[in-house]
């Protein structure tokens, strides 16, 4: 489903942010991407998102090879892949229907197909009553849930998340981790940056390492990766 072969990125100012990197992960696989910060966790994803184009090497998601992609196909691309961040960017002058709407209405969708996607959405991360809501009336972690709300009302294939329990105590964090791993149960691929290393032990799942921008570890699981 993604995959890496010898990527590097360079910025302008001389920076290596990803050197000769090379993973694959498959169609409906989760797993976590680790490592300092700086490491080259947000670069990666920000590759995968066509937010920034490889320097060397190619990045691909199925057959298709992203630098290839111009920027008029970029909008159709990102409507496979949901995107989750540390902080969810809710709109506080919406409600919370309205922020999970937003990218359908982007799209064109129709107002009764957005209003049962939203509804199914906000359904599957618990929000369904909160819908008329403001985001100023919710929880940190009820809002980082209308962000997950948001990434998933297209039904993408791929969600990628940044740092998504960065704000939030250990219990909500594994609140937010049971909804990925449920995503991933009806076949989402999923991958996840993270430096919380005791949550991800937590989670048995393959791990992916980086180290000043190179993969040092692309398959050791969870449980004692770090030992």
Do not use: C
């Not at 890496?4 to 990197?21: I, P, Q, T």
């Not at 290839?68 to 909008?75: C, G, N, W």
């Not at 892949?81 to 809710?90: D, K, M, S, T």
């Amino acid at each position: 489903m993604i995959r890496f072969d010898n990527v590097s990125k360079r910025y302008s100012e001389g920076h290596d942010a990803l050197v000769n990197v090379n993973f694959e992960l498959a169609a409906g696989e989760m797993a976590f991407l680790t490592g300092h910060s700086g490491a080259g966790k947000s670069t990666l994803l920000k590759l995968i998102m066509l937010i920034e184009r490889s320097s060397r090497g190619q990045v691909l998601i199925g057959n298709r090879v992203l630098d290839q992609v111009t920027r008029s196909q970029i909008p159709y691309l990102r409507r496979q892949i949901g995107v989750v961040f540390q902080n969810p960017h809710l709109l506080f002058d919406r409600n919370v229907f309205d922020n999970v709407a937003l990218p359908l209405q982007i799209a064109g969708m129709s107002t009764r197909e957005q209003g049962r996607r939203v509804r199914a959405a906000l359904e599957r991360v618990g929000l369904l009553s909160k819908e008329n809501d403001s985001p100023l009336a919710l929880s940190g972690g009820e809002q980082q849930r209308v962000g997950i709300a948001r990434a998933i009302v297209n039904k993408p294939a791929i969600l990628l998340a940044d740092e998504p329990t960065g704000n939030l105590d250990p219990a909500l964090s594994a609140d937010i981790m049971q909804l990925f791993q449920d995503l991933n149960s009806v076949g989402v691929t999923v991958l996840i940056a993270t430096h919380d290393i005791a949550l991800v032990e937590q989670m048995q799942r393959r791990v992916l390492t980086l180290d000043q921008g190179r993969m040092t570890s692309s398959d050791a699981l969870a449980e004692g990766a770090y030992t």
